[in-house]
């Protein structure tokens, strides 16, 4: 299969979609009329940009409401056809894609269109031209993919064939049976959109919505299966209508919407038991066990209340690195890593973004297959500067510029090879913080998508189901993606607003990253009485909260332990869950504690109460 992307998909002017599309590695492209339209040049001048960008055009689209119309209309659609044809010789481009008509003067009958496709397919072949035709989701009488074969199949014309566009067919749940009985060489184009659930009309669900396979809740797998039981070789092409899109970068996209096909189309290969002519092997996703440690670049002045805080959370300096300025802090199972260097990677990262996580290392089953299908998805390698005798850890660019790296049985040695044990500071009180339950990363509303590609795709993590929380300042977004045992959960969070904290966090560190860490005890109670003894400053939550807690069948005792130690509640049939939060640091970063029995969530129902306690005591005021 060859792959390509339409112009539609992305942001800006003509020429600069076309040189993002080239950035990101397409070598075939779908020419959006509205695109050509706009752009100040002639569609010679478009031919050049596209043949020096390497790029080839497959497709000039859309030509709208052509088939099944009366006399004069019809004649004057041939004429306009005529014309679109000229265009399509000039820019050297030879299918047009033919949609299903919407015009209120359309006459149906699967022959009467047959007959216009017919006529339109000797007038294309004496140009050298094809035409395809795409049942809309919205058509007026063709709408959907077995009417459109239909046509297509009494038209009985080599330069008549089928365009298949997955959005069209799966938001209308059409049979995907019918596909695998379509000869391929019928197929002239196939058309690739993931869209989430919504409960809307499809012609704005399709305009405004669409997304990258993988990114949304369509079974774009199976259509791909289907598609792949026909035997088809030829175009696979995304076309994604999406105001993200259209408001985020352009390079972006077109990196993401190549990473996704890549993603699809290994996907399939497994499904079709190995190997597909033209599709690349992937290796594995990454199985991910955990968090080995969480990396923060600090400076002098924020580095001792740092530790303060820590040592009240339990925590014990560990180690010191045996060359640089970047100390180990311990407790249970999880590992904090304070990079206070003068320069190198968390120096830079600290100039640019204030002192904040700078990287997230993750326990992976195998760190360089890892690598090898981060590379192979596109994915940004990063290799920093590492002492005499250190051990070299394979590193990604993440979120906001941080580094992910990966760390694996040969990096199973890293605290002893790199790091100098730390006995001589006496004994901290452990708090019982036993593992990282979950990390919470803020990021611009137009990336999370992105994030939520590099993840699934890289790693053995699903997503779950998008919620939306109330903050004070607007909704934010949340998307978490987790292992199925829980070892890795990582929540995605944005807002369209600027007066979440989320989106004050954003202002405030000048990128994305994250915004809160949160630890796993097995007695919340235990650890919260040990972190108020030691003075940590915790998240005050309203009396009104645990009134409301009653409702829950919580005994009144246990309610009035919740209320004396700030900690919020939830229950799940028999699973329950309990968090506590400290105040905020510098830009809005904070920890939090949780006790998880059985629970699989992240106690979505207290969210709103812990964004209005937060509001209340954030540093700044939230802008008007
Ligand atoms: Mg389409
Ligand atoms: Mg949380």
Same mark, same amino acid.
């Given at each position: 299969?060859?792959?390509?992307?339409?112009?539609?998909?992305?942001?800006?002017?003509?020429?600069?979609?076309?040189? !993002?599309?080239?950035?990101?590695?397409?070598?075939?492209?779908?020419?959006?009329?509205?695109?050509?339209?706009?752009?100040?040049?002639?569609?010679?001048?478009? #031919?050049?940009?596209?043949?020096?960008?390497?790029?080839?055009?497959?497709? +000039?689209?859309? +030509?709208?409401? *052509?088939?099944?119309?009366?006399?004069?209309?019809?004649?004057?659609? +041939?004429?306009?056809?005529?014309? #679109?044809?000229?265009?399509?010789?000039?820019?050297?481009?030879?299918?047009?894609?033919?949609?299903?008509?919407?015009?209120?003067?359309?006459?149906?009958?699967?022959?009467?269109?047959?007959?216009?496709?017919?006529?339109?397919?000797?007038?294309?072949?004496?140009?050298?031209?094809?035409?395809?035709?795409?049942?809309?989701?919205?058509?007026?009488?063709?709408?959907?993919?077995?009417?459109?074969?239909?046509?297509?199949?009494?038209?009985?014309?080599?330069?008549?064939?089928?365009? @298949?566009?997955?959005?069209?067919?799966?938001?209308?749940?059409?049979?995907?049976?019918?596909?695998?009985?379509?000869?391929?060489?019928?197929?002239?184009?196939?058309?690739?959109?993931?869209?989430?659930? &919504?409960?809307?009309?499809?012609?704005?669900?399709?305009?405004?919505?669409?997304?990258?396979?993988?990114?949304?809740?369509?079974?774009?797998?199976? *259509?791909?299966?289907?598609?792949?039981?026909?035997?088809?070789?030829?175009?696979?092409?995304?076309?994604?209508?999406?105001?993200?899109?259209?408001?985020?970068?352009?390079?972006?996209?077109?990196?993401?919407?190549?990473?996704? @096909?890549?993603?699809?189309? =290994? #996907?399939?290969?497994?499904?079709?038991?190995?190997?597909?002519?033209?599709?690349?092997?992937?290796?594995?996703?990454?199985?991910?066990?955990?968090?080995?440690?969480?990396? +923060?670049?600090?400076?002098?002045?924020?580095?001792?209340?740092?530790?303060?805080?820590?040592?009240?959370?339990?925590?014990?300096?560990?180690?010191?690195?045996?060359?640089?300025?970047?100390?180990?802090?311990?407790?249970?199972?999880?590992?904090?890593?304070?990079?206070?260097?003068?320069?190198?990677?968390?120096?830079?990262?600290?100039?640019?973004?204030?002192?904040?996580?700078?990287?997230?290392?993750?326990?992976?089953?195998?760190?360089?297959?890892?690598?090898?299908?981060?590379?192979?998805?596109?994915?940004?390698?990063?290799?920093?500067?590492?002492?005499?005798?250190?051990?070299?850890?394979?590193?990604?660019?993440?979120?906001?510029?941080?580094?992910?790296?990966?760390? =694996?049985?040969?990096?199973?040695?890293?605290?002893?090879?790199?790091?100098?044990?730390?006995?001589?500071?006496?004994?901290?009180?452990?708090?019982?913080?036993?593992?990282?339950?979950?990390?919470?990363?803020?990021?611009?509303?137009?990336?999370? @998508?992105?994030? /939520?590609?590099?993840?699934?795709?890289?790693?053995?993590?699903?997503?779950?189901?998008?919620?939306?929380?109330?903050?004070?300042?607007?909704?934010?977004?949340?998307?978490?993606?987790?292992?199925?045992?829980?070892?890795?959960?990582?929540?995605?969070?944005?807002?369209?607003?600027?007066?979440?904290?989320?989106?004050?966090?954003?202002?405030?560190?000048?990128?994305?990253?994250?915004?809160?860490?949160?630890?796993?005890?097995?007695?919340?109670?235990?650890?919260?009485?040990? @972190?108020?003894?030691?003075?940590?400053? /915790?998240?005050?939550?309203?009396?009104?909260?645990?009134?409301?807690?009653? !409702?829950?069948? &919580? !005994?009144?005792?246990?309610?009035?332990?919740?209320?004396?130690?700030?900690?919020?509640?939830?229950?799940?049939?028999?699973?329950?869950?309990?968090?506590?939060?400290?105040?905020?640091?510098?830009?809005?970063?904070?920890?939090?504690?949780?006790?998880?029995?059985?629970?699989?969530?992240?106690?979505?129902?207290?969210?709103?109460?812990?964004?209005?306690?937060?509001?209340?005591?954030?540093?700044?005021?939230?802008?008007?």
């Amino acid at each position: 299969m060859q792959t390509a992307i339409a112009t539609v998909s992305i942001a800006g002017t003509l020429d600069e979609k076309l040189e !993002a599309i080239a950035a990101a590695g397409f070598t075939n492209v779908e020419i959006f009329e509205n695109d050509l339209l706009s752009f100040n040049g002639s569609p010679a001048d478009v #031919k050049r940009i596209v043949a020096d960008l390497g790029l080839r055009i497959v497709t +000039f689209q859309p +030509f709208r409401d *052509f088939e099944g119309l009366p006399e004069p209309q019809r004649g004057r659609a +041939f004429a306009r056809a005529e014309r #679109k044809f000229d265009v399509m010789q000039e820019l050297g481009c030879d299918l047009l894609l033919v949609c299903s008509s919407v015009a209120p003067d359309a006459i149906g009958g699967i022959d009467r269109a047959a007959a216009d496709f017919h006529e339109l397919g000797e007038r294309a072949a004496a140009r050298g031209l094809r035409v395809g035709y795409e049942a809309l989701a919205w058509g007026r009488h063709v709408n959907d993919y077995r009417d459109a074969w239909e046509v297509v199949r009494r038209a009985d014309h080599r330069a008549i064939g089928l365009v @298949l566009d997955s959005f069209h067919a799966l938001v209308r749940k059409t049979d995907l049976k019918a596909i695998r009985a379509i000869p391929e060489d019928r197929i002239f184009l196939v058309q690739i959109a993931d869209a989430p659930l &919504l409960d809307m009309d499809y012609l704005s669900w399709s305009r405004h919505f669409r997304c990258l396979p993988g990114q949304g809740d369509l079974a774009v797998d199976d *259509f791909m299966d289907a598609l792949q039981a026909t035997g088809f070789g030829g175009l696979l092409s995304l076309e994604i209508f999406s105001d993200r899109f259209r408001a985020g970068s352009a390079r972006a996209v077109a990196v993401d919407g190549h990473r996704s @096909l890549l993603f699809m189309l =290994d #996907k399939l290969r497994r499904h079709a038991g190995g190997s597909l002519p033209g599709v690349v092997a992937l290796p594995n996703r990454a199985v991910c066990h955990g968090v080995e440690f969480v990396e +923060f670049a600090v400076d002098d002045s924020f580095q001792p209340g740092f530790e303060t805080l820590l040592r009240g959370l339990g925590f014990r300096r560990s180690g010191r690195h045996r060359s640089k300025t970047v100390s180990r802090w311990s407790q249970g199972g999880v590992n904090l890593v304070l990079n206070a260097e003068k320069e190198g990677f968390a120096h830079s990262y600290l100039a640019a973004h204030g002192p904040s996580v700078c990287a997230l290392a993750l326990r992976v089953e195998d760190a360089e297959a890892t690598m090898a299908r981060a590379r192979s998805l596109l994915d940004q390698s990063y290799t920093g500067r590492i002492g005499p005798g250190e051990l070299r850890i394979p590193a990604l660019r993440g979120v906001g510029g941080s580094l992910l790296y990966f760390v =694996d049985h040969r990096s199973a040695a890293l605290w002893e090879t790199d790091f100098n044990p730390v006995s001589d500071e006496g004994e901290t009180l452990a708090a019982g913080l036993a593992r990282i339950d979950h990390v919470q990363q803020s990021m611009p509303y137009v990336e999370m @998508l992105t994030w /939520l590609l590099f993840y699934t795709s890289l790693l053995d993590v699903a997503k779950a189901p998008m919620l939306e929380v109330l903050d004070p300042g607007g909704i934010v977004h949340s998307q978490v993606v987790q292992t199925a045992d829980g070892a890795l959960r990582l929540v995605l969070n944005a807002s369209q607003s600027r007066r979440t904290l989320s989106a004050q966090f954003l202002d405030g560190i000048v990128g994305s990253g994250v915004q809160h860490l949160a630890f796993a005890t097995d007695d919340i109670f235990a650890t919260v009485e040990r @972190l108020k003894a030691a003075g940590v400053d /915790l998240l005050p939550i309203p009396e009104n909260y645990y009134d409301d807690l009653e !409702a829950k069948g &919580l !005994a009144s005792e246990e309610i009035d332990r919740l209320r004396r130690l700030d900690i919020l509640y939830d229950r799940d049939g028999a699973a329950e869950y309990r968090q506590a939060y400290t105040k905020s640091l510098s830009e809005g970063f904070f920890f939090e504690i949780v006790e998880r029995r059985n629970y699989a969530g992240f106690g979505a129902v207290n969210a709103p109460i812990r964004l209005a306690a937060q509001t209340r005591f954030a540093r700044r005021p939230p802008p008007i």
